[in-house]
């Protein structure tokens, strides 16, 4: 069932993982490979996005990823369609759907909850709904054993740690205010409010946007129970977009950006 494997992933005495990918960039079957390899990797649980025309908290990288995988078709609905292939092929690790709330009103989110369950998808984050309106959505997924993850940002702390104390799964503790994208440096800040969430939160925080190098995966893994990394990751898959695109160097590319992943989480 999907809570057993999002408790399991929570339960690891190891640093969460948590990469992020672009469902259909560069292309479907990619895809599906991209998931297995980081598996592979370490990944302790995967996010995967839907592209999306306005993605409002994506950095360009994301937002080419998404072009890409548009352009070759992809849809909410085939996304989700490749859960069940990568469980075919042997992927044990929880799957949360990244979606903007756009998507997912037009899908319908009670179809949306009741397919994701029977897909073998473990949850949801939505970046665009409010906590205070993620409600009806927390109510659906409740009753599909499905997770509604909670994002956190170093704003208001009397709503932060109010969004804390009810997160399920793990809690997404965004770095800094913007978009997605790598950054040289993560704001000082950040620190504190990292304490300040962890003091808070009964379940893991991971911590994303702008994690692109190991020491920064060392460094943050010393302030939460885990990290999120996007940008870094599709930049690779972006630089191997048409090699990852063609079956005969394939495997090639995914051995690279294996590399690069390894490489950044062995600290």
């Known amino acids: 069932m999907a809570s057993k494997r999002m408790e399991a992933a929570m339960n690891s005495n190891k640093p969460l993982f948590i990469p992020f990918i672009t469902a259909g960039d560069p292309s479907a079957e990619a895809t599906v490979e ?8 370490g990944a302790s649980l995967l996010e995967l996005g839907i592209p999306y025309s306005d993605p409002l908290a994506d950095g360009p990288t994301i937002q080419a990823a998404s072009k890409r995988a548009l352009a070759d078709g ?10 069940p292939l990568m469980r075919e092929k042997g992927l044990t690790i929880p799957v949360i759907i990244f979606t ?22 473990d949850g949801v984050l939505v970046p ?17 054993e499905l997770v509604l993850i909670s994002l956190v940002a170093p704003t208001s702390r009397e709503r932060m740690v109010k969004i804390a104390e ?11 205010l913007g978009v997605t994208g790598v950054r040289s440096e993560l704001d000082p800040r950040v620190y504190d409010f990292l304490t ?66 390894s490489r950044l989480i062995s600290s």
């Open 166 to 176: 009810r997160a399920e799964g793990f809690l997404y503790c965004v770095s800094s």
């Open 128 to 144: 665009d709904l409010p906590y205070e309106e993620s409600e009806e959505l927390g109510s659906l997924c409740r009753q599909k």
């Open 34 to 41: 991209l998931a297995l390899m980081l598996e592979e990797a």
């Open 196 to 261: 300040t969430v962890r003091e808070a939160s009964r379940i893991p925080t991971a911590v994303g946007f702008g994690i692109s190098t190991a020491e920064q995966v060392k460094v943050m893994n010393e302030h939460a129970d885990g990290v999120v990394v996007g940008s870094a990751l599709v930049a690779e898959i972006g630089a191997r977009a048409e090699a990852l695109k063609q079956p005969a160097t394939r495997a090639e590319a995914l051995a690279e950006i294996k590399t690069f992943v």
């Open 100 to 121: 903007y709330f756009n998507p997912l009103l037009q899908y319908g989110e009670r179809r949306f909850t009741e397919e994701a369950a029977e897909l073998g998808i």
């Open 74 to 83: 992809m849809t909410l609905e085939q996304a989700l369609q490749l859960v």
